[in-house]
Structure formats: C-alpha cells, structure tokens
C-alpha cells in the first residue's frame, strides 16, 4: 500500500526468479532450504496481483475473474510442475541433475512474467490513495482503450476510494488490519493463506 500493486508483484516476482534459479546452485541442504526459504516468501507477494486484478476489473465481474484466474493458474501452474518434473525425469538420466533442471524449469514462469511487467498498470485506486488524480485517471482511460469502451466522457473523474472506519489519526498497517471492522477478515485470510502455502 505504500509504494504500489505493481511495484510489490515486480519485487515478489524477481524474487521468486532469482532465488528458484538460486537454488539450481546449491551445494547443500542448508543452503537450499534458505533459498527455498527466500522463494516462498516472494510467493507471499504474489497476492499483490489479485489486489491489482480485484481494483481493475469491474465489480459485475470481479468476483467471477478472481476465483477463476487463482484457480485456473494455481491448477495450470501445479499441470506444468508435474509435466515437468516427468518430462525431466525421462531426459535427463542423472538424479542430482533432474532436480537442478527442475527448480530452473520452475522458475522459468516468473522470468516470463518480468519481460511483462512494462505492460502492466498500476492501480487507479493505489493512485488515488496517493494523491495521483491524473495518474489513476489516465490509467482508466488505458484500461477502457484497450477494452475498446465505444464511448468515454471527456469529462471523466474518479472518486475518492472509501477507508475502512478503524483509520484515522495514526492508524498504522496493524491497526487497520486488526480493527473493529476487517479482524475477522483478517484472520480468515491470514489462517486461509497458511494452510494454502
């Protein structure tokens, strides 16, 4: 919330390519498991992308594109790692190899999504948070270009995004989060993403 969706999916991502390809090197336990280590606290970021997707897509269809887009990917994503880890297993004889090839292989869908991200928006709603009107209003207009929206008003303004009650005056990140209104939420979410990772 403090510097943007995009740049926090951008950090996750390069670091979830750089320690997986990382881990290919390792010459120990120890050094694997802290890089592994390093890798699942990028995947801890990843969210940020269902943050970016929920805050640009229309709230008719939001629901709808969220659950599918987690679930197709986490489903295509678990398909390429057993395909993989098949494929490498008939090709490549030697066993310290095979497992080598296969964290790289892993890797390999991050390093993709960084030759993407010069095409990814940011939020209009972290611009908004932000004080960048014109920011997150050039955004929409991207967004309704590229859905080739047939008719968008000169005159277009955004609103201001609505806060939860629990900010205020010093509220910080753990306030918010463990406020009257968004604790249970919190602990939900939090418990839910523990068993998932």
């Known amino acids: 919330d403090l510097k943007g969706r995009r740049i926090g999916y951008l950090a996750s991502t390069a670091l979830i390519a750089l320690a997986g390809l990382l881990c290919a090197a390792s010459q120990n336990v120890e050094t694997l498991v802290a890089l ?9 970021g990843v969210t940020c992308a269902f943050t970016l ?17 987690m679930g197709l990917l986490w489903t295509a994503g678990g398909v390429f790692a ?12 030697d066993p ?9 292989v892993s890797a390999a869908p991050s390093l993709l999504l960084l030759l993407l991200f010069p095409w990814l928006v940011e939020s209009p709603r972290f611009h908004l948070g932000a004080g ?8 929409v207009r991207k967004i309704a270009l590229a859905n080739r929206a047939s008719a968008f008003p000169r005159n277009f303004r955004l609103r201001e995004p609505s806060a939860p009650s629990s ?8 306030r918010v989060l463990f406020g009257e209104d968004l604790w249970p939420t919190t602990l939900i979410l939090a ?6 990772m």
Request: hydrophobic letters at 50%.
């Open 36 to 44: 592994r280590f390093f890798v699942g606290l990028g995947l801890g």
């Open 53 to 69: 997707l929920s805050e640009v897509v229309g709230s008719a269809h939001r629901g709808k594109r969220i659950i599918l887009s």
């Open 82 to 93: 057993t395909g993989a880890a098949w494929a490498l297993d008939a090709l490549i004889p």
């Open 96 to 104: 310290n190899w095979q497992w080598r090839a296969l964290v790289m």
């Open 132 to 139: 960048k009107r014109q920011a997150a209003e050039e955004t």
């Open 167 to 174: 900010r205020g005056e010093g509220a910080t990140i753990a």
């Open 191 to 196: 418990s839910l993403w523990f068993l998932n």
